[in-house]
């Protein structure tokens, strides 16, 4: 099975650089996701690490750490559009995509 | 519009009834995703095809849910007998063989069951 933790709720103030924290136990791995999903919306994909490092794209950067179980998505220059839940996801060993339950974000002024 | 597409977007039915949802991969891709949303929570996984191939069913899915994927382009939910606490929002998702794990989501379909 997978277990995926990810805290509830995370509040920032416009600008700033904010870390959201994932820690996973799978019986398998191919690879961990972070997904974006704004309030009534579906979720869209943002970033895929496959290999311990930072991914960096754009304002968004990813980070894993597989021996530690534990991957971090990092929001730089933060802006209001970015208030939205952020959702961490394994695939563990197989085709199906796990998610946790996100982390509300709210970007403040 | 070539990405993923679900209909109807809304449905609220009476306990008991039955109700179909329809899901419209992006053309390319060969694997298709049901998932179950609720309110606070992350989407839950229920389903997945590989062409017409239905791979997987999470445990959690009782016998009152069925999918289709015939010919492997279109995909069907049914959830027969409804109780209220299948209401939720019933999301699609499509990716190709190369993309594990990058999913395209569809809009949804919004289930109330009254």
Same mark, same amino acid.
């Not at chain 1, 750490?65 to 961490?88: F, H, I, V």
């Not at chain 2, 929002?89 to 990716?95: E, F, H, I, Q």
């Given at each position: 099975g997978q277990n995926i933790d990810q805290p509830t709720e995370m509040t920032a103030t416009e600008g700033a650089i904010v870390q959201i924290n994932c820690t996973y136990q799978t019986s398998g791995f191919n690879g961990l996701f !972070?997904?974006?999903?704004?309030?009534? /919306?579906?979720?869209?994909?943002?970033?895929?690490?496959?290999?311990? %490092?930072?991914? /960096?794209?754009?304002?968004? #950067? #990813?980070?894993?750490?597989? #021996?530690? @179980?534990? #991957?971090?998505?990092?929001?730089?220059?933060?802006?209001?559009?970015?208030?939205?839940?952020?959702? &961490?996801?394994?695939? %563990?060993? @197989?085709?199906k995509l796990t998610f946790g339950t996100g982390t509300q974000l709210k970007v403040e002024l | 519009d070539t990405g993923v597409s679900q209909n109807p977007r809304h449905k609220i039915t009476k306990r008991g009834q039955n109700v179909t949802f329809r899901c419209d991969p992006i053309s390319e891709h060969n694997r298709l995703y049901w998932y179950r949303q609720t309110l606070g929570q992350g989407p839950e996984f229920l389903t997945y095809f590989q062409n017409e191939a239905q791979l997987e069913k999470s445990r959690l899915l009782s016998d009152r849910f069925s999918a289709e994927r015939p010919k492997g382009s279109f995909s069907t939910?049914?959830?027969?007998?409804?109780?209220?606490?299948?209401?939720?929002?019933?999301? &699609?998702?499509?990716?190709? !063989? =190369? @993309?594990?794990?990058?999913?395209?989501? %569809?809009? @949804?379909? =919004?289930?109330?069951?009254?």
């Open positions: !972070w997904y974006q999903q704004h309030a009534g /919306e579906a979720p869209t994909f943002l970033s895929y690490n496959v290999l311990d %490092g930072l991914e /960096e794209k754009g304002r968004f #950067s #990813s980070f894993l750490s597989r #021996s530690k @179980g534990y #991957s971090y998505l990092l929001l730089k220059e933060l802006q209001m559009k970015d208030s939205a839940s952020y959702l &961490c996801a394994t695939t %563990g060993g @197989g085709n | 939910l049914e959830i027969q007998r409804t109780e209220q606490g299948d209401s939720a929002m019933y999301l &699609c998702a499509s990716s190709s !063989w =190369r @993309g594990l794990g990058e999913l395209f989501f %569809g809009e @949804g379909s =919004r289930l109330t069951v009254l």
